[in-house]
């Protein structure tokens, strides 16, 4: 019994270890750059990507085995029965909310665009000539996650009115109004959040 309870802890540790790893690669450079200062930090985790299909194997192998543990019928033994209620941690509920937290990780990492609005409400540009367009090539992207982590981020500064961000080309173009913002600004936010910029020209 000590050993099966102690199984459903490491496997249920273990889908929750390997779901959070697998938005390592954008939440590690976050960290660095927000903790320690480290620019461009998000070139550090660019192996993870590959990662990613065995976390998410790892993941749901350990909710399996988990559930196997919590639902597989028991053979009662009178002499031994225990009716004291189980801790949080080794109930139902908590192997239930575990299990929601491994999915929406798992969606957070691929298909982040369900959580991201990168829509603009109420940008009106009073004079062409204050409108300007530049691209960015960005070191450091390794997923949709990173397209969406920039086009969001980018989308919150007054001023910009439109975003498109490749991590596959590793390039962002971005369209803003010069009244409102500028480019140092525009960069200090996608540098802020890890990834390097390594030269900007007009698209």
């Not at 189980?86 to 299990?99: A, D, E, G, M």
């Not at 969001?152 to 500064?157: A, C, G, M």
């Not at 962002?172 to 390594?198: A, C, H």
């Amino acid at each position: 019994m000590a050993i099966a309870k102690w199984n459903k802890k490491v496997s249920l540790g273990t889908a929750v270890f390997s779901a959070v790893s697998l938005k390592l690669c954008c939440w590690g450079p976050l960290l660095l750059t927000g903790v320690a200062g480290i620019s461009g930090s998000s070139v550090y985790f660019s192996w993870l990507i590959a990662l990613k299909p065995y976390l998410l194997g790892i993941a749901f192998l350990s909710l399996g085995f988990a559930f196997y543990q919590v639902y597989k019928k028991k053979k009662v033994d009178c002499g031994s029965c225990d009716t004291a209620k189980p801790s949080f941690f080794k109930s139902k509920f908590y192997l239930w909310l575990v299990t929601v937290f491994v999915v929406v990780m798992t969606l957070v990492s691929y298909y982040p665009q369900i959580f991201y609005s990168t829509e603009k409400v109420g940008i009106v540009a009073t004079n062409n000539t204050d409108i300007q367009s530049i691209k960015l090539n960005i070191e450091g992207m390794v997923c949709s996650g990173c397209e969406e982590n920039i086009n969001h981020s980018v989308n919150e500064i007054d001023g910009v009115t439109n975003v498109s961000t490749s991590y596959e080309e590793e390039t962002s173009i971005i369209v803003f109004d010069t009244t409102k913002t500028n480019i140092n600004e525009i960069k200090k936010v996608i540098q802020s959040k890890g990834y390097l910029i390594t030269n900007t020209k007009n698209p």
